[in-house]
């Protein structure tokens, strides 16, 4: 691998090193959602030199995808999601690994899908998916980063079982629902971003922020950092011991 070049300049930052990205290059990190969030983020990972990328979506490409989701062409309108990022990121960078994974996260299928992996992400539309990730991860105790966008405004947590608040704490009084479909692109390329920078920390031992939620306001152009409490009667991490 051509480190030296290819990677160059996140070696010189003095949090990563050439230790650092040889880390970055063993790591295997499943992405789940290839579309607003999904597509900017896998190039910022990849683009990083994350050494393996599993990839799932159950979706096509439409029309409506290219405001935001810049891994695809109209070219490709019809296309599966998954494919069509698998190709586009070996371009990219074919010193890594992708894999390409045709299915929605379901009951019958994520375990599989979570298994061996260093860390989850997910990007997807709906808090069913994301509580159902929530729940297999906690049990393998594998980091969790959850992201979203709504309109103009998004947010995301990073979730080290034992040591943070997860998804069920907050929202296991929330509807699950698909969430609105309305987002900006550059808004969704904001918070990918913010993902894929959390993402790096964490496989870098650090959690930026720890039971936090990050809120992204693209109206005043602010972040802000809200506490999110732990639920000790959580039925998914309330008794998971600290370490």
Do not use: W
Not at 9 to 32: C, D
């Amino acid at each position: 691998m051509e480190i030296e070049n290819r990677y160059e300049r996140q070696i010189n930052i003095p949090q990563i090193g050439t230790e650092g990205q040889k880390k970055l290059a063993k790591s295997h990190l499943l992405v789940v959602g290839a579309g607003g969030l999904g597509a900017p983020l896998l190039y910022a990972l990849a683009g990083a030199g994350i050494g393996h990328l599993t990839i799932v979506d159950g979706d096509y490409v439409s029309m409506g995808n290219l405001n935001r989701q810049f891994l695809y062409t109209q070219a490709e309108i019809g296309f599966r999601k998954a494919d069509m990022a698998a190709v586009r990121l070996r371009r990219f960078n074919p010193e890594i690994q992708i894999e390409a994974i045709h299915h929605h996260a379901r009951p019958n299928n994520v375990e599989t899908m979570v298994d061996g992996k260093d860390m989850v992400i997910v990007a997807a539309d709906n808090i069913a998916t994301r509580l159902l990730l929530n729940r297999v991860c906690a049990k393998r105790n594998i980091p969790l980063i959850n992201g979203g966008v709504e309109g103009l405004y998004g947010a995301l947590m990073a979730i080290e079982y034992g040591k943070t608040p997860c998804l069920e704490c907050f929202y296991a009084h929330t509807a699950a629902k698909r969430e609105s479909g309305t987002a900006l692109g550059a808004v969704s390329s904001v918070i990918a971003s913010l993902m894929a920078n959390t993402a790096i920390e964490m496989l870098l031992e650090k959690n930026p922020i720890p039971g936090e939620m990050l809120l992204y306001d693209g109206v005043r152009l602010t972040l802000e950092k809200v506490p999110v409490s732990r639920d000790p009667n959580c039925r998914i991490c309330g008794e998971i011991k600290n370490d």
